[in-house]
């Protein structure tokens, strides 16, 4: 079972996809469930990057419908949360009726990650730390959310390279109990072989700690902004979520996670043909 869960849309400032084109090509590549995740990021000193919500709810309601036979279409957004914005996204969950909710963190103190405004004058370590803690300040108030996407995002706009999480482990595992105690999970964002990153997204060592730490609840994402990116690296990833010890990925309705087995193409075929020969 193929189910993207992070996906843009033209209702995100920075896609220019057509919704319905992501549908068709969704059901062409045999994906069985897509969620949108559109942008939705308050920023209070600058303009904010929000989605249409009544439109892009009506929309996708629509879809959902018209499609109903051919693939299963989840409402969701990502949330790009900070400390002093929860009150505002509180306020947009309260008024739709959410399937999933990827909880983001693409800013701090207002200060872009990917203009390298929020690194400037401080020290790798620093602004590292200060990311996870923001992360951290964030779940501790706001839990009206289903994974947190791209947990260690900042990697990828490094200028000094990546920097090794040992030297922020103590608040990592902060962030990873956090979610833990609060029956939340992780997104493993396939978007790190697009932006070639050495690693997952987050790495594997987060991903490792995580699975110690009793975490269970993963989803997968491709966070394609086009329609040719949907659902890419799935296999492959998921061939090494199994050995690293995990066995099952979730999907999301009316935000109350399900889980399915983790399994790669070969497997579910080899599986789906034994099934054949017992009938
Ligand atoms: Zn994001
Ligand atoms: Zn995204």
């Given at each position: 079972m193929i189910a993207d869960y992070h996906t843009h849309t033209s209702f995100s400032d920075d896609s220019k996809q057509d919704m319905e084109e992501s549908i068709l090509e969704a059901i062409r590549l045999g994906i069985d469930e897509l969620c949108f995740t559109e942008h939705h990021d308050y920023l209070v000193k600058k303009a904010s990057h929000l989605t249409d919500l009544p439109l892009y709810y009506q929309t996708l309601s629509n879809f959902k419908e018209k499609y109903k036979h051919r693939i299963r279409l989840k409402f969701g957004a990502e949330f790009g949360m900070q400390k002093h914005t929860i009150n505002e996204y509180r306020a947009d969950f309260a008024c739709y009726p959410f399937d999933f909710i990827l909880l983001s963190s693409h800013q701090v103190d207002d200060q872009e990650f990917w203009l390298n405004e929020y690194q400037e004058g401080k020290t790798q370590v620093e602004y590292n730390q200060g990311y996870y803690q923001a992360i951290l300040d964030v779940i501790t108030e706001y839990k009206d959310y289903s994974v947190l996407g791209?947990?260690?995002?900042i990697k990828r706009y490094d200028r000094q390279g990546i920097l090794d999480d040992l030297k922020v482990e103590e608040i990592i595992k902060k962030v990873l109990k956090q979610v833990i105690a609060d029956n939340r999970g992780l997104e493993v964002n396939t978007s790190s072989y697009r932006y070639n990153l050495p690693d997952l997204t987050p790495s594997r060592q987060i991903l490792k700690w995580y699975l110690e730490l009793g975490g269970k609840i993963l989803t997968l994402g491709s966070d394609s902004h086009k329609k040719a990116d949907l659902a890419e690296h799935f296999d492959k990833v998921t061939g090494i979520l199994l050995d690293l010890g995990f066995e099952s990925f979730c999907t999301y309705d009316h935000m109350v996670p399900t889980f399915h087995r983790l399994m790669t193409k070969e497997k579910e075929s080899g599986l789906k043909s034994l099934e054949i020969v017992l009938e």
């Amino acid at each position: 079972m193929i189910a993207d869960y992070h996906t843009h849309t033209s209702f995100s400032d920075d896609s220019k996809q057509d919704m319905e084109e992501s549908i068709l090509e969704a059901i062409r590549l045999g994906i069985d469930e897509l969620c949108f995740t559109e942008h939705h990021d308050y920023l209070v000193k600058k303009a904010s990057h929000l989605t249409d919500l009544p439109l892009y709810y009506q929309t996708l309601s629509n879809f959902k419908e018209k499609y109903k036979h051919r693939i299963r279409l989840k409402f969701g957004a990502e949330f790009g949360m900070q400390k002093h914005t929860i009150n505002e996204y509180r306020a947009d969950f309260a008024c739709y009726p959410f399937d999933f909710i990827l909880l983001s963190s693409h800013q701090v103190d207002d200060q872009e990650f990917w203009l390298n405004e929020y690194q400037e004058g401080k020290t790798q370590v620093e602004y590292n730390q200060g990311y996870y803690q923001a992360i951290l300040d964030v779940i501790t108030e706001y839990k009206d959310y289903s994974v947190l996407g791209h947990l260690d995002v900042i990697k990828r706009y490094d200028r000094q390279g990546i920097l090794d999480d040992l030297k922020v482990e103590e608040i990592i595992k902060k962030v990873l109990k956090q979610v833990i105690a609060d029956n939340r999970g992780l997104e493993v964002n396939t978007s790190s072989y697009r932006y070639n990153l050495p690693d997952l997204t987050p790495s594997r060592q987060i991903l490792k700690w995580y699975l110690e730490l009793g975490g269970k609840i993963l989803t997968l994402g491709s966070d394609s902004h086009k329609k040719a990116d949907l659902a890419e690296h799935f296999d492959k990833v998921t061939g090494i979520l199994l050995d690293l010890g995990f066995e099952s990925f979730c999907t999301y309705d009316h935000m109350v996670p399900t889980f399915h087995r983790l399994m790669t193409k070969e497997k579910e075929s080899g599986l789906k043909s034994l099934e054949i020969v017992l009938e």
